[in-house]
Every structure is written in structure tokens, then in C-alpha cells.
């Protein structure tokens, strides 16, 4: 019996389904970049420690350099290049700018997603280790700077962007008031994220 190494698979990526040919062991961080030329999501340690690869896959924050292709498959990925809504920049983007959240802007696109992601892990009553009571029936902590900093800390900053880094993610908590922060349209809701 000869086992296969590589298998064609079809990736969901931004609404769109892209099929190719890869090796059980590429990565999703190298099938973006290298197969499907989406750049906008960063190799930095290729370890799992810094955040530059950050994606969203089921709008749930992932590094894709620890992530396989293959495991992919079927899921929603969401990279930087999708977050905007055409023009429309995503509330989360719209901060960054706004505070200038980033320097050389490397990390930035990580950055980005993964704050798309912890407004949503917020918003679903997730707590961190910052969170003071983590009982379900508690609600979710209120999103303080230092809930932010826990929330964020798997993203590194080489440049030390990190004040402004807070100042975004706060600012677009209240500015995006969706019921779904990580909707990349950032349509609004009744209520924003709490405070």
C-alpha cells in the first residue's frame, strides 16, 4: 500500500474557493502566501509566538503557520485582504489608521484579525486571565486596557506600537456596535461591545 503525501484541496478564503495541489505538510500560512500570493498575512517567527500570520478561520483567531492546509479545508478563512467591505474599511482597520495602531506595519495585519477575533471572544463571554470573575453567569468582563493587553498579548510589536495598538482595539470595541464584531462589514447592531 503506498501512501500519498499530497492531496488537492479546495480553501474557502474571503468568500472565495480557491482548489490546488499541496503537500500534507504545507502550511496555511504557505498556501497563502506562496501558492495563492495573498501577502497581506505576514511570516514572522514561523513558530506560533509572534501573531504576524493571525487569521480568522470560523472567526475564530488562528496563527497559520501552525496550521496545516489540509486541516482548512471546509472552514471559513478569513485573511487581512478580507476584512474591508470593498472600500468600506472595517472598524477595526479604521482605528488602527485613525490612532496610528502600527509603525512599520508589519505585524499589522495580525494585529488586525486577531483584535477582530478577541472583540468576538469578548462579545461571546470569553474571559482571559485579566478577567477578575469568570463565571458564565458573570457576563463578559468589561473590556478595560488591561483586558485588551491580555487579549492581544500573542501579538508581538517589534516596533513597540503597543499603547496605540490598545487605543485601536478600544476604540473600534465601542465605535463598531455590531452584534457580530468580527463581521467584517462591521454592520451595526443595537448595542456595541461592552465597555
Known amino acids: 500500500m503506498v501512501l500519498t503525501t499530497s492531496s488537492v484541496i479546495t480553501l474557502n478564503i474571503n468568500g472565495e474557493k480557491h482548489t490546488l495541489p499541496v503537500d500534507h505538510r504545507t502550511t496555511l500560512l504557505d498556501a497563502l502566501r506562496e501558492r495563492l500570493e495573498l501577502t497581506g498575512t505576514k511570516k514572522g517567527c514561523d513558530q506560533g509566538q509572534c501573531g504576524a500570520c493571525t487569521v480568522l478561520v470560523d472567526g475564530r483567531r488562528t496563527v497559520a ?35 496610528d495602531g502600527y509603525q512599520c506595519g508589519y505585524c499589522t495585519p495580525g494585529q488586525i484579525c486577531s483584535a477582530i477575533g478577541v472583540l468576538r471572544e469578548h462579545a461571546d463571554g470569553w474571559p482571559s486571565a485579566a478577567s477578575e470573575d469568570v463565571r458564565p ?15 492581544m498579548s500573542g501579538n508581538l510589536c517589534r516596533c ?8 485601536a482595539v478600544d476604540r473600534a470595541a465601542h465605535a463598531a456596535g455590531s452584534s457580530d464584531p468580527a463581521d467584517p462589514t462591521g454592520s451595526t447592531g443595537s448595542e456595541g461591545v461592552a465597555a
Not at 160 to 167: H, L, P, Q, R, S
Open 137 to 151: 453567569e458573570a457576563g463578559p468582563a468589561p473590556l478595560t486596557a488591561e483586558e485588551i493587553r491580555e487579549r
Open 160 to 167: 513597540g506600537a503597543y499603547n496605540a495598538i490598545v487605543d
Open 65 to 99: 503557520c501552525l496550521q496545516f492546509a489540509v486541516a482548512a479545508e471546509g472552514r471559513e478563512i478569513t485573511t487581512i485582504e478580507g476584512v474591508a467591505d470593498g472600500d468600506r474599511l472595517h472598524p477595526v482597520q479604521q482605528a488602527f489608521l485613525d490612532l
